[in-house]
């Protein structure tokens, strides 16, 4: 199976919203991570618009719509502007993320039975709009049985502390462990599996291949943050590469 590449684009937005300019353009080095292979695009737009703003929304998804097979996923917290936005743009993923709007980052998964009636009818209302439901949650085998039986299609596993652990590689062992033991619960409760926070090329191939079935890594920040050194094209092929999909 193919791990395929989203690119978060948030990290570039905020780049761009530092001055009132229109550039770096969010759209422009979208294409460009599309044209060098990236298999979709990822945002985040959260209620401030501290990065990406709610009118970069449809012009990435008619981006996106330009490129046959790609994929546009639209993340955030399901509160009624988020679902009027993805109910319009009607994008091909939904990432439903439990973050309080004063979060700097996503930093922690779902709560998932203590959310489930709402998990449950932010689910049903999505899938009457076709679209694929991912639920982001903690490394917590426990957890992916529940996410299926809200309605999740796939969980994204929240990779923070392993990437946090890049300087101690005997905790980053036991973070890849659980992160493990979670996707293999998730698949056998038949759900498919993503990942994504603080992945790089370094971290990346070790997870891959301990779980060569993840669908999709969503990265922004370490890409981003590479991308100063080794232009878009070349970082986003780097990362293709290291997520085995080249």
Known sequence: ???????NLNAIAQLRNRRDLPWPSVTGLGRIALEAGAHGLTVHPRPDERHIRRSDVAPLAALVAEYPGREFNIEGYPDDRFMALVE?????Q???VPDDPSQPTSDHGWDVAANEA????ICARLKTGGMRISIFIDADP???ALARAVGADRVELYTGPYGGAHSDPARAAVELEKLVATAEAARDAGLEVNAGHDLTTENLPALVAAAPFIAEVSIGHGLTADALIWGMEETVKRYVRAAGSA
Do not use: F, Y
């Open 94 to 96: 939904v990432t439903l």
């Open 88 to 92: 319009e743009i009607r994008p091909h």
């Open 118 to 121: 709402l998990l449950k009818d």
């Open 142 to 144: 426990a957890v992916p």
């Open 1 to 7: 199976m193919t791990t395929h590449l989203s690119v």
